[in-house]
C-alpha cells in the first residue's frame, strides 16, 4: 500500500511580512455560517447526527455525489461542522498501482488536504480513474476520519498496436492502455491496423489455444478490416479464414507437429478455405540446380 502526497487545499500566500498559512477550518466553516449563538447550541448534536446517517447510508451523499444532495445552504453549512469535527482529507492510500503515475491518481481524484472529506465523491472519483489507460478497474472508499483509499486492478499488456506509423500498449481485451512505455516491451507481439485493437479479443484468445505455436509469432496485420495475416519467426506469413480461427489455427499446429511444416522452405500457408491449405515454396536460389562444370 503507497501513501500519495496531497497538495494543500489553500497553499501559503504572500504577505507584507512574509508568508503565512490559511486556516482549512476557518475557510470551509466560513462557508455558511448561522449566528454564533445557535451554532455553540446545536453544532455538537448536528455533528453527531450527520456523522451517523452518513455512516449509515442514510444521506445519498455517502455513496453519490457529496452532501451538495442536502441543498446548498444546509449542505454547505454541515460540511463546515464536519470540518470542524475533524472530518478532513488528510491521507490517500493507494493499493495495486504499479504504471499508473501519483500525479494522474491524484488529478483524477481532485482532493486537496484539507478539503471536507464528504464533498469527496467516491463515485466520480472512480469514473475519472478508470479513463485512465492502465486502469482497468477501482474501488474508491471514504474512510473516517481523514483517508481516501482507492484500490487499483490495472491492464496488463499483451500487445504493441501500430497504426499509421504511432504505436500504442493494449491489454488482451483489446482496451487502449496508451503510447507510454512503448519501448520497455518491445518483445510483445505487433498488431497492425486501424481496427486491430476491436478485434484482437479473438486472435488472443487463439494465441493462447497453442502455446507452442504463439511463441513463433511476431506481428499480425489486419486485411481489409475482415481477417489476419500472421507473420512468423521464420518469415512465414498465415493467412487466417475470416471465421473459425481458432479451428484454422490448430491446424496449423497440428501440421507443424506432425510434418513439420514450419521447417520446411515455405513462405505462406493460406488457411482461408476451410477444406484446403494451400502453400507457397520459397524460390529456389539462383544456381541450386546446377550441376557445375
Known sequence: MRQLT?????????????????SNRRKVSLIRRM???MERAIKPAIIASVTLLLLSGGVVAWRG?????????????VLGWTVSAGITVDNVLVEGRDKTSTQR???????????????????RARERLLALGWVRDARVERRLPD??????????????????GKFALVDETGAVIGPEDVAQYGNLKVIVGADAPDNF????????????LKDRVMAAVRV????????????????????????AWAALAAAAS??????????????????????????????AGDKGV
Open 201 to 212: 479479443a479473438e486472435l488472443f484468445d487463439m494465441l493462447e489455444s497453442q502455446p507452442d
Open 147 to 164: 483517508t481516501i483509499f482507492v484500490d487499483l486492478i490495472e491492464r496488463q499488456p499483451a500487445a504493441i498496436w501500430q497504426n499509421k
Open 258 to 287: 506432425e510434418e513439420q511444416l514450419l521447417e520446411r522452405n515455405v513462405t505462406r500457408v493460406d488457411l482461408r478455405m476451410p477444406d484446403r491449405v494451400t502453400l507457397r515454396r520459397a524460390p529456389e536460389p539462383k544456381g
Open 35 to 37: 449566528p454564533a449563538w
Open 105 to 123: 491518481i491524484l488529478s483524477a481524484l481532485e482532493v486537496r488536504r484539507g478539503m471536507p472529506l464528504f464533498a469527496f465523491s467516491p463515485e
Open 6 to 22: 496531497l497538495p494543500a487545499l489553500y497553499p501559503r500566500r504572500k504577505t507584507g511580512k512574509g508568508e503565512r498559512r490559511v
Open 65 to 77: 455525489g457529496g452532501i451538495a444532495a442536502l441543498g446548498d445552504l444546509a449542505g454547505e453549512t
Open 224 to 247: 481489409s478490416e475482415r481477417r489476419w495475416n500472421v507473420k512468423l519467426d521464420n518469415d512465414m506469413t498465415v493467412l487466417l479464414p475470416e471465421d473459425g480461427i481458432e479451428e
